[in-house]
């Protein structure tokens, strides 16, 4: 078998792609800033739906409920940055930190009893993920001392910390900030996939009992997956909230669940970058006809979304994208 159609197999993409990808997205500031501004917003998306191709396009973890990390990043961010937890801890450096440990650490405790023994898979561990996320929700919705069902507003910006420390205000900085997280995140996620970690979790996802006779941990290769996941999906919330100075329980609940896994789903589930592009495509298509359609635009999407499940099942960009590396490889 040829690398380039291993590579293609293997839902990963030759390294300069991706950096064509990036750079493209780096002329975005030449279209204004109303337009740096919104990208910025769906940079952060992309990188939440890189968490979940992580999760389930890669570990086959069908997580219904990845928009609670998202969320429990954007709170915790908020309550280091606004003081909640003493005025001495407001650092956006340390709400990022704590955003992504706190989500990672939520996220092995609760892997732990998902994926014990036999483990929950399938329909009834996207019902679990679900039911989590809606009590979260919830919770959350009742907590006045979290704004309750109207959030937080007031959320500080990104704080640089340079020399005396730079508040990201303006469009264009925050922007290319975001834009190398992403990139950073990408380049992770696509060392951890081409890494032995990798290759172990391709095989519990294809065959967990054969893995498990080879002597590989189930368990811990599937949590493994799971906290990073999440860990990643709680700084795209955090970043998010800085970035839009709110934060709301719809952050958690099963609507924003279900877009990223429509994002994902149609990019391809198991290319990063294909999840990454669709979060952006989707988000922008969204900004420029949905209010054309009007409340249309959740059919149309829908559609589409059924269109390629059926004739693309490897995904509406991954799918392309696969034969365009294949081909340029050779």
């Keep these: 078998m040829s690398a380039s159609s291993t590579t293609a197999r293997s839902g990963r993409l030759p390294v300069w792609l991706g950096a064509a990808v990036f750079a493209a997205l780096a002329l975005v500031p030449l279209a204004g800033d109303y337009w740096t501004d919104q990208f ?49 801890l407001m650092s956006s450096y340390l709400g990022l930190l704590i955003a992504v440990i706190g989500a990672g650490l939520f996220a092995a405790f609760l892997g732990y009893f998902l994926f014990w023994g036999k483990g929950l898979s399938g329909p009834y561990l996207a019902i679990v993920t679900i039911a ?54 990408y380049i992770f996620l696509e060392r951890l996939v081409a890494s032995p970690f990798g290759v172990v979790l391709t095989a519990v996802k294809t065959n967990p009992e054969r893995a498990a006779f080879f002597g590989y941990r189930v368990l811990w290769v599937r949590l493994g997956a799971f ?92 799918t392309p994208l696969n034969w365009l590396g294949s081909r340029l490889s050779r």
């Design 227 to 318: 906290t990073i996941g999440a860990a990643v999906a709680g700084l795209s919330g955090a970043l998010f909230v800085a970035t839009d100075e709110f934060a709301s329980p719809t952050l958690i609940g099963f609507a924003l669940s279900a877009e990223v896994l429509i994002w994902v789903a149609l990019g391809g589930k198991e290319m990063v970058l294909a999840a990454f592009l669709a979060a952006i495509g989707v988000r922008l298509i969204e900004s420029l006809f949905g209010q054309l359609l009007g409340d249309y635009w959740i059919f149309a999407l829908a559609l589409v979304f059924m269109v390629s499940v059926v004739l693309l099942p490897q995904g509406l960009l991954a």
């Design 132 to 185: 989590i996320a809606y009590i979260l929700e919830q919770l959350i919705n009742s907590w006045y001392g979290l704004g309750g069902a109207n959030g937080l507003s007031g959320v500080p910006p990104l704080n640089t910390g340079v020399f005396g420390g730079v508040e990201l205000w303006e469009p264009v900085p925050r922007f290319y900030t975001l834009l190398v997280v992403g990139l950073l995140v």
């Design 40 to 88: 910025a917003r769906y940079i952060l998306y992309g990188v939440f739906a890189m968490s979940l191709s992580l999760v389930w396009g890669r570990g086959g973890i069908l997580c219904l409920g990845q928009a609670m990390f998202f969320g429990l990043g954007g709170y915790l961010m908020s309550a280091v940055t606004m003081g909640m937890l003493g005025d001495w």
